[in-house]
């Protein structure tokens, strides 16, 4: 009798075990996404996930800001309480994680038995990449492009081709200004941009920072003279991504041009200028020449998001799964950029007709084969522990004052070295 009763307890006891491990393993992933917009696209995902994929797959998904993303990571990581298992994450905010162990799971082999190293675009393949170690999964391509106002382009008689370099673009902005009408707003996250167009970047492949001193000065004085020509014009929140400056200065065509990815243009114009569809045109960024005065490449990158997975996650390949559907998914690709997220960097999807089609916003250009003709162009991003602190830095405590003629681009570049090597 006693042993009848051992048995059925230790039965118990393995049906509660089962029974837990079983209720772990359903428990819905928590997703941390940092854009409302971003928000909304992932809870379709779930929807065509469990559609596609798996009937029972469960997610929630919670949107916190792009600055305020990495302190609620920072709590629930220190605290152990409610932590994400999927984060997405905008890759300027990825160096804040690089000093000491990396809190994401090492996605190396996944992301190469997936074959995403022979999908996605080569110069994004390293956005979440540290020390030969990927992290995250970029998302969209951020190929950077000059948005244009087609209905002031014909006012001023100006054609796309009439800009095919810089110096092209100094000229006609010198012409409108006579004219009393600005070229472009300035921005400060324009100056890294600028720099990986011109073949440099905040960091060299060696963590040292500006490793072409010379070009990163001559970039910056070339951003003042712009605004002391008045070429360029500095929006009264100095930032681009403001939308009062959208209302204030965009729509009322206060400026021609904007330079920005292919996100700025398919999230941010679309939702702060919809009276404004059809009057947008979208064209490479103008060259910088070389030396020799042979023009260089017509695209650069900013910011972008990506997917990584939290390193003390319950459920690594229930997340990777769902990481892995999206972005390889043919429709999961292409809702990315109908709806007005982004343009997936993911290679393999461009064959979808949907991605070729007339843009009506964009006065029906095919944008997305504007990007993927430039996608070959798209410079690699140099990741650093430091490159944060420098962005940073240079947008809260500098580009104010050396716009504005109160400190050289010289004395900004060497308090920000000073900044960083302490």
Same mark, same amino acid.
């Given at each position: 009798?006693?042993?009848?009763?051992?048995?059925?307890?230790?039965?118990?006891?393995?049906?509660?075990?089962?029974?837990?491990?079983?209720?772990?393993?359903?428990?819905?992933?928590?997703?941390?996404?940092?854009?409302?917009?971003?928000?909304?696209?992932?809870?379709?995902?779930?929807?065509?996930?469990?559609?596609?994929?798996?009937?029972?797959?469960?997610?929630?998904?919670?949107?916190?800001?792009?600055?305020?993303?990495?302190?609620?990571?920072?709590?629930?990581?220190?605290?152990?309480?409610?932590?994400?298992?999927?984060?997405?994450?905008?890759?300027?905010?990825?160096?804040?994680?690089?000093?000491?162990?990396?809190?994401?799971?090492?996605?190396?082999?996944?992301?190469?038995?997936?074959?995403?190293?022979?999908?996605?675009?080569?110069?994004?393949?390293?956005?979440?990449?540290?020390?030969?170690?990927?992290?995250?999964?970029?998302?969209?391509?951020?190929?950077?492009?000059?948005?244009?106002?087609? %209905?002031?382009?014909?006012?001023?008689?100006?054609?796309?081709?009439?800009?095919?370099?810089?110096? %092209?673009?100094?000229?006609?902005?010198?012409?409108?200004?006579?004219?009393?009408?600005?070229?472009?707003?300035?921005?400060?996250?324009?100056?890294?941009?600028?720099?990986?167009?011109?073949?440099?970047?905040?960091?060299?492949?060696?963590?040292?920072?500006?490793?072409?001193?010379?070009?990163?000065?001559?970039?910056?004085?070339?951003?003042?003279?712009?605004?002391?020509?008045?070429?360029?014009?500095?929006?009264?929140?100095?930032?681009?991504?403001?939308?009062?400056?959208?209302?204030?200065?965009?729509?009322?065509?206060?400026?021609?041009?904007?330079?920005?990815?292919?996100?700025?243009?398919?999230?941010?114009?679309?939702?702060?200028?919809?009276?404004?569809?059809?009057?947008?045109?979208?064209?490479?960024?103008?060259?910088?020449?070389?030396?020799?005065?042979?023009?260089?490449?017509?695209?650069?990158?900013?910011?972008?998001?990506?997917?990584?997975?939290?390193?003390?996650?319950?459920?690594?390949?229930?997340?990777?799964?769902?990481?892995?559907?999206?972005?390889?998914?043919?429709?999961?690709?292409?809702?990315?950029?109908?709806?007005?997220?982004?343009?997936?960097?993911?290679?393999?999807?461009?064959?979808?007709?949907?991605?070729?089609?007339?843009?009506?916003?964009?006065?029906?250009?095919?944008?997305?084969?504007?990007?993927?003709?430039?996608? $070959?162009?798209?410079?690699?991003?140099?990741?650093? $522990?430091?490159?944060?602190?420098?962005?940073?830095?240079?947008?809260?405590?500098?580009?104010?004052?050396?716009?504005?003629?109160?400190?050289?681009?010289?004395?900004?570049?060497?308090?920000?070295?000073?900044?960083?090597?302490?």
């Amino acid at each position: 009798m006693k042993l009848i009763r051992s048995l059925a307890l230790v039965a118990l006891s393995l049906s509660l075990i089962a029974g837990s491990a079983f209720a772990a393993e359903t428990k819905p992933l928590e997703i941390w996404i940092s854009s409302f917009q971003d928000k909304v696209y992932y809870e379709a995902m779930v929807k065509l996930y469990q559609k596609k994929v798996d009937p029972d797959f469960k997610a929630n998904v919670s949107a916190y800001g792009f600055r305020e993303m990495p302190d609620k990571l920072a709590v629930a990581i220190k605290t152990g309480v409610n932590p994400p298992d999927i984060v997405q994450l905008d890759e300027t905010m990825f160096g804040i994680y690089l000093n000491g162990e990396v809190p994401f799971l090492d996605l190396t082999d996944r992301f190469k038995e997936a074959d995403l190293d022979k999908g996605i675009v080569p110069s994004r393949q390293k956005l979440f990449a540290w020390k030969g170690h990927t992290y995250g999964i970029p998302q969209s391509l951020s190929a950077m492009v000059l948005y244009y106002r087609t %209905d002031l382009f014909d006012k001023y008689h100006i054609m796309p081709e009439d800009i095919a370099t810089w110096d %092209d673009f100094v000229k006609v902005g010198e012409e409108l200004a006579d004219k009393h009408q600005t070229m472009v707003a300035l921005d400060p996250t324009y100056y890294g941009a600028l720099m990986r167009q011109r073949g440099t970047d905040w960091f060299g492949k060696d963590g040292k920072p500006f490793p072409n001193e010379v070009m990163a000065i001559d970039t910056l004085k070339w951003m003042v003279d712009l605004k002391n020509k008045g070429i360029g014009m500095v929006p009264e929140r100095a930032t681009v991504f403001d939308p009062v400056f959208f209302s204030s200065t965009v729509s009322p065509g206060d400026v021609i041009c904007l330079i920005g990815a292919d996100w700025y243009g398919l999230d941010m114009l679309q939702q702060f200028t919809p009276e404004l569809s059809g009057k947008w045109g979208v064209m490479p960024l103008p060259a910088w020449k070389d030396a020799k005065g042979v023009p260089g490449r017509r695209t650069s990158t900013f910011a972008g998001q990506g997917l990584l997975i939290y390193k003390q996650t319950k459920q690594p390949d229930a997340s990777w799964k769902f990481i892995d559907f999206v972005m390889k998914d043919p429709d999961a690709n292409v809702k990315r950029f109908v709806d007005g997220n982004s343009f997936p960097a993911y290679e393999p999807a461009w064959k979808d007709d949907r991605l070729h089609q007339p843009f009506a916003f964009f006065n029906n250009q095919k944008f997305g084969e504007e990007l993927m003709s430039l996608a $070959p162009e798209v410079p690699e991003v140099v990741e650093t $522990p430091g490159r944060p602190q420098a962005i940073f830095m240079f947008q809260e405590n500098y580009f104010s004052q050396v716009i504005n003629g109160q400190m050289t681009p010289e004395k900004v570049i060497e308090e920000i070295k000073g900044a960083l090597s302490k």
